[in-house]
């Protein structure tokens, strides 16, 4: 895999947002906040995120996991996060989960062949080896840090700190 081009759209690049940056300096008031006819929250999709890239570093790892029965399984119940606290965790989380795929990319080619074991009957239609599983987690965050961006325009806190297309 061409460890720039993954690093590139895994933290933004060009015409995608920084990854980083859209999460980053949201306040923890804002975090919560959710708008009409958007089901929710950046705290929500935060959480969403870290619970997908953990379970696929377990999956990769040979962990066994199951598969959640329900969506409703990888979604904080809560709009907001509990506490300032546990914000700032779960960026910190979301930062350190994105270096692990980071570093993951830049496995050798044997590595990234290897077979990741299906939790899903969904999972044997598909590849399931190491590379899929990081080009789905990618596309997977890809989606959710636009929502992210949307949600930040929509609430007037765009664009983040770390710079955005403010057209």
């Not at 997908?52 to 979604?75: D, N």
């Not at 830049?106 to 990234?112: A, I, K, R, V």
């Not at 899929?132 to 961006?149: C, D, E, K, P, R």
Request: hydrophobic share 40%; glycine share 4%.
């Amino acid at each position: 895999m061409s460890e720039r081009t993954f690093q590139e759209l895994l933290y933004g690049s060009g015409s995608h947002a920084n990854t980083l940056a859209c999460v980053e300096d949201v306040r923890f008031a804002l975090a919560g906040r959710r708008i009409e006819n958007f089901p929710h929250s950046i705290w929500q999709l935060v959480q969403h995120m870290n619970f997908w890239m953990e379970y696929e570093r377990k999956r990769i790892h040979k962990e066994l996991v199951p598969y959640p029965t329900h969506a409703s399984e990888s979604w904080p119940s809560g709009a907001a996060p509990p506490s300032e606290e546990e914000w700032q965790n779960a960026v910190t989380r979301f930062r350190d989960l994105l270096a692990v795929f980071a570093k993951l990319a830049d496995s050798p080619p044997n590595f990234l062949a290897e077979p990741v074991a299906a939790t899903h009957p969904d999972h044997s239609k598909r590849s399931c080896s190491v590379l899929a599983v990081l080009w789905q987690t990618l596309v997977h965050n890809s989606y959710h840090i636009g929502q992210i961006a949307l949600l930040r325009r929509a609430l007037d806190a765009w664009p983040p700190q770390g710079g955005g297309d403010t057209w």
